[in-house]
């Protein structure tokens, strides 16, 4: 099965509109992060947002907000006020158990978001 | 957030040679690497795992005698691909990871693209 899902190969927004992305995941851990990275066409992965299994708040970070569904096992990025810049593949990846940099990501396929005028 | 740096960024060879990539942490101690391959608008798949002083760790279906990494030290790893075919044109991305327990430790190239003629 995989591990991180994501179903929207592609996603249209228009500029200062919100988009969400979707993304769930499937672990037996109890202790497992959750992270966002932005991929834009120069290959660099910029790290947007993180949840850890055990926060009880949403992540936030200026216009990202992470909707951490924990029972449902979902962890979407929602982008506000979209802009130009924020078209690019977007990942949502999972960290099992705990360890800091030290466990390896499992990525999910990527969406691809396009930001329209 | 810590600076990892890759080079070379872009590499073009001959089919038979073999290509070098290193992967520096700038500011921080590596204690783990990661390296990463990820084809036109694919994801990104985890190759290998490198600890510090170690034997790299490889995913399954990844070549070990083929892909060698060595991580000599707390600030290098190095990808050789040896004897590079075209098949292994791809965008390398390599990740560094700390000790602690912060959980965005693992910070991330800006890749290498690699071109097998």
């Known amino acids: 099965a995989q591990k991180i899902t994501q179903t929207q190969p592609g996603m249209f927004v228009q500029e200062k509109e919100a988009v969400t992305l979707d993304c769930t995941y499937d672990?037996?851990?109890?202790?497992?992060?959750l992270f966002w990275y932005k991929q834009p066409s120069s290959g660099e992965m910029i790290f947007l947002i993180y949840q850890g299994s055990y926060d009880e708040q949403n992540a936030t970070e200026g216009r990202y907000s992470l909707n951490f569904q924990k029972a449902r096992k979902s962890a979407n990025l929602v982008i506000s006020a979209s802009q130009l810049g924020d078209s690019a593949m977007y990942f949502c990846?999972?960290?099992?158990?705990w360890g800091g940099g030290g466990n390896k990501l499992t990525f999910g396929t990527g969406t691809q978001l396009k930001v329209e005028l | 957030g810590a600076v990892v740096s890759q080079h070379p960024s872009r590499v073009i060879c001959k089919s038979g040679t073999s290509v070098k990539i290193e992967c520096r942490s700038l500011?921080?101690?590596?204690?783990?690497m990661f390296w990463y391959r990820q084809f036109p608008k694919q994801s990104l798949m985890l190759m290998a795992t490198s600890n510090e002083g170690s034997k790299a760790t490889y995913e399954q279906g990844v070549e070990k005698d083929k892909f060698l990494i060595n991580h000599a030290s707390l600030t290098l790893s190095t990808l050789t691909v040896t004897s590079a075919h075209p098949e292994d044109s791809s965008f390398y991305i390599c990740?560094?990871?700390?000790?602690?327990?912060?959980?965005?430790?693992?910070?991330f190239g800006p890749g290498t693209r690699l071109t097998v003629l």
């Open positions: 500011d921080f101690q590596a204690t783990t």
């Open positions: 990740s560094a990871g700390g000790r602690g327990s912060s959980y965005n430790e693992q910070f």
């Open positions: 990846a999972m960290r099992e158990g």
């Open positions: 672990t037996s851990d109890q202790s497992y992060g």
